[in-house]
């Protein structure tokens, strides 16, 4: 079976600081990998996605990025912090097989507060 | 662009039934789908609907209408587990990624 898996579960960060979030998804090859960010009481927020090793596309400008060095590990990272990027990060799987799949799986999230 | 409309609140009493509207604007569609999220919790998939009308999962239906770009997901037998935050779905306009609304807080009171 598939799992997907998010580190760390809990982070506070000093503004200016730099982030790595790290996702990884087992049981499934070629998936489709997602970050979301999450405001407190708020919607989801589409970060990046990607296809495909080395192939990122990035929905909202921001000092985020995005990079997957390997099939099935996504990595979400910054140089500096601020204030607004606290909230609640999810990384998620959907397969790539079949073009357009409309479920997609959610790792457990990282919950980060930059101070 | 793309926008997703569905009421931020509602509360219904346990036993009852509740009916969550989304309506959706987006140049291409290719589906609708629904999302429950708990508290501190991860989103889960619960329903799709590629095409017009209902589909049912157990206590769950999900219906879609594309002429009026209008959906619902509605829920019977509430029970108190059923307190969470429901969100419609829609895939941009890449085709790759879900864009999701900002979500409804469901309250299922006793």
């Known amino acids: 079976s598939q799992t997907i898996h998010q580190w760390p579960a809990t982070l506070v960060q000093p503004v200016g600081s730099p982030l790595s979030l790290e996702c990884t998804v087992e049981?499934?090859?070629?998936?489709?990998l997602y970050w979301y960010r999450q405001a407190a009481g708020r919607g989801l927020q589409l970060l990046f996605y990607s296809v495909g090793i080395g192939q990122i596309s990035s929905e909202v400008p921001q000092n985020l990025s995005a990079s997957r060095p390997q099939d099935r590990q996504f990595i979400l990272s910054s140089k500096k912090l601020l204030l607004s990027d606290s909230g609640f990060y999810l990384c998620?799987?959907?397969?790539?097989?079949?073009?357009?799949?409309?479920?997609?799986?959610f790792g457990p999230g990282t919950r980060l507060t930059v101070t | 662009g793309q926008s997703l409309e569905q009421p931020s609140e509602v509360t219904a009493v346990e036993g009852a039934i509740v009916q969550i509207n989304c309506t959706y604007q987006?140049?291409?569609?290719?589906?609708l789908s629904w999302y429950q999220q708990h508290d501190g919790g991860a989103p889960t998939f619960l329903s799709y609907?590629?095409?017009?009308g209902l589909e049912e999962t157990g206590r769950f239906s999900s219906f879609l209408s594309r002429s009026d770009s209008y959906g619902y997901l509605l829920l019977q037998e509430l029970q108190m587990k059923d307190s969470a935050s429901y969100f419609c779905?829609?895939?941009?306009?890449?085709?790759?990624?879900?864009?999701f609304g900002k979500g409804t807080s469901l309250l299922v009171t006793p």
């Open positions: 049981g499934t090859s070629n998936p489709n």
């Open positions: 609907n590629g095409l017009d």
């Open positions: 779905a829609v895939y941009g306009d890449s085709g790759y990624a879900l864009n």
């Open positions: 998620a799987w959907s397969s790539g097989l079949a073009g357009l799949s409309y479920e997609q799986y």
């Open positions: 987006t140049s291409g569609f290719y589906g």
